[in-house]
């Protein structure tokens, strides 16, 4: 079947305030337009997930993009790992330097509440980007991708891939509490059942975000379940080591992957034909709107308490016209 039909872009609308209101519909906190005069400190400071990774840097470069339009400065840090105990100590350490407000990626939707709390008690505005707390008493602003969608789109996806043919399906998540991915699983979970009666799936499993568990968690589902048909994998690293297990059991194009992400490799992978297709974010525009709503919120002005972000599906056969949505690796 030809990958076209697989097209579905949920761009339309592109930044859609996701308490149902549309861009410039005023659903929001703060006092309107405040005409007071210019804060003092000017300082953004983001936070990331883990280092050098392509979803990360290119909200950076969103994120530093729309700062500089707006005349603050922004400095960004990052733990090696996606992992609160890593994550925490750089946020605690922030209370020093008292930014006008954090930027952060929660690794952890509990452990990371308390370091978050104490900075927002100091005054710093706290704006949520990419993952969130469960706690939602203490962002101004969340803005990320709708997952839950997202997950359903790999869903349906899979559905169209497999053509009707019956078979199981393998989920792999990340890390437990990552509440992005969490989301995804979830979401590609119950629209299986709806759009794919005919696939099972054999349930989520975890990877700790590491490429080489993700390799072989499908390595292992490949010798226990002869009749694996496809896996979803819920980001980039699952994504990747999945890759790497099908290609190492010689399974690539049997077993129908479809991915989270638009890193280089995946991106790679599509066009090998390691992926069948990828569901792409649009991580400059989660920095962008970060930056917005942290200096809407500086200034006293209207900030929007949910924002969800553009995805994309992308084949192999119309990623090249949606080039926009692959991932960088520096600004
Ligand atoms: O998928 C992205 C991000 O949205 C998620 O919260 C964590 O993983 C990534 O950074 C990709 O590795």
Do not use: H
């Amino acid at each position: 079947m030809s990958t076209k039909t697989l097209v579905v872009v949920l761009a339309a609308g592109a930044l859609v305030a996701a308490c149902g209101g549309q861009i410039g519909q005023n659903n929001s906190s703060g006092g309107g337009q405040s005409s007071a005069a210019a804060p003092a400190n000017k300082n953004l400071e983001l936070v990331v997930g883990v280092k050098n990774e392509p979803f990360y840097i290119s909200m950076q470069c969103g994120a530093e993009a729309a700062a500089k339009e707006a005349g603050y400065t922004i400095t960004t840090q990052a733990p090696d790992k996606f992992d609160p105990t890593l994550q925490a100590p750089i946020v605690t350490a922030l209370g020093a330097k008292k930014p006008a407000a954090l930027l952060i990626a929660p690794t952890d939707d509990k452990t990371m509440a308390p370091q978050m709390k104490q900075i927002k008690d100091m005054g710093v505005k706290v704006i949520e980007v990419d993952t969130a707390l469960q706690d939602t008493s203490v962002a101004a602003s969340s803005i990320s991708s709708d997952n839950t969608q997202g997950g359903q789109l790999a869903a349906q996806t899979m559905a169209k891939l497999t053509s009707g043919k019956s078979g199981s399906v393998l989920v792999l998540d990340t890390k437990a509490g990552t509440s992005t991915t969490a989301a995804r699983a979830k979401g590609f979970e119950e629209e299986l059942k709806k759009s794919a009666p005919n696939l099972k799936s054999i349930g989520v499993q975890f990877t700790e975000n590491e490429p080489s568990v993700a390799a072989q968690k499908v390595t292992a589902a490949i010798s226990s379940t002869p009749d694996l048909i496809g896996v979803f994998a819920t980001n980039l690293n699952t994504g990747e080591g999945a890759a790497t297990g099908l290609r190492s059991a010689g399974k690539v194009g049997q077993v129908q992957l479809v991915g989270f992400d638009a890193s280089p490799s995946e991106v790679e992978g599509l066009r090998a034909g390691a992926f069948q297709a990828l569901i792409a974010q649009d991580p400059a525009t989660i920095g962008k709107a970060g930056v917005q709503q942290a200096i809407a919120a500086i200034e006293g002005k209207s900030v929007q308490r949910n924002i969800s972000a553009p995805l994309v599906a992308l084949t192999k056969d119309d990623m090249d016209q949606k080039a926009e949505f692959f991932y960088k690796t520096k600004c």
